[in-house]
Antibody, heavy 121, light 111 residues
Framework: QVQLQESGPGLVKPSETLSLTCEVS?????????WGWIRQPPGRGLEWIGS???????YYSPSLKTRVTLSPDTSKNHFSLKLTSVTAADTAVYYC??????????????WGQGTLVTVSS | QSVLTQPPSASGTPGQRVTISCSGS????????VNWYQKLPGTAPKLLIY???QRPSGVPDRFSGSRSGTSASLAISGLQSEDEADYHC????????????FGGGTKLTVL
């Protein structure tokens, strides 16, 4: 059974860097698939942040690409998110998920439980 | 705001049929398959419908999806109390280099 678990600080100061890690169990990230991050600000909808492949290729949301870096660590079977220069608008529940190709579409088929990150001084 | 437009709320009584809409444009829904996610309170989103109208294993056939032009819909028949959740549509947008776009989510209340 594929399982994902986010970890990282729950509180980040404005202008600092948000760093989260997604530990994957039950599947090797170096085998296949892209691995992504999605967030949900309080009272708002889901927002895709980006996806990363074990080879290191990345896809970033146009609205966040200047501040986001995703990276895989195949030795630890996890992948990470770094978001720089955060503001209160980055306060959200952050989810990691696996991206699977199903027919003509791609879906997020396995998700972590999510972790709340609050940006505040 | 979100690229895809959903009504913020919907409601129905047990046994009723409810429909949730998702509106987009030619570069997203008009060109790509739509997926739906169900988010129960305090839990991670769960894939509910993929490729417009396909159900993953384990999803009851009370849930169905459709797509027409630049809009998509999720229908829930025989509404049950456990269906009370947030529902999010998603697809890929060709004008954004194939990046993922979500709707703002619809909170379904079972009265």
């Amino acid at each position: 059974q594929v399982q994902l678990q986010e970890s990282g600080p729950g509180l980040v100061k404005p202008s600092e860097t948000l760093s989260l890690t997604c530990e994957v169990s039950g599947y090797s990230i170096s085998s296949a698939f892209h691995w992504g991050w999605i967030r949900q600000p309080p009272g708002r909808g889901l927002e895709w942040i980006g996806s990363v492949h074990h080879s290191g290729s990345t896809y970033y949301s146009p609205s966040l690409k200047t501040r986001v870096t995703l990276s895989p660590d195949t030795s630890k079977n996890h992948f990470s998110l770094k978001l720089t220069s955060v503001t209160a608008a980055d306060t959200a529940v952050y989810y990691c998920a696996r991206v699977s190709q199903v027919g003509a579409t791609r879906v997020f088929d396995y998700w972590g439980q999510g972790t709340l990150v609050t940006v505040s001084s | 705001q979100s690229v895809l437009t959903q009504p913020p709320s919907a409601s129905g009584t047990p046994g009723q049929r409810v429909t949730i809409s998702c509106s987009g444009s030619s570069s997203n829904i008009g060109s790509n398959a739509v997926n739906w996610y169900q988010k129960l309170p305090g839990t991670a989103p769960k894939l509910l419908i993929y490729s417009n109208n396909q159900r993953p294993s384990g999803v009851p056939d009370r849930f169905s999806g459709s797509r027409s032009g630049t809009s998509a819909s999720l229908a829930i028949s025989g509404l049950q109390s456990e269906d009370e959740a947030d529902y999010h549509c998603a697809t890929w947008d060709d004008s954004l280099n194939g990046h993922v776009v979500f709707g703002g989510g619809t909170k379904l209340t079972v009265l």
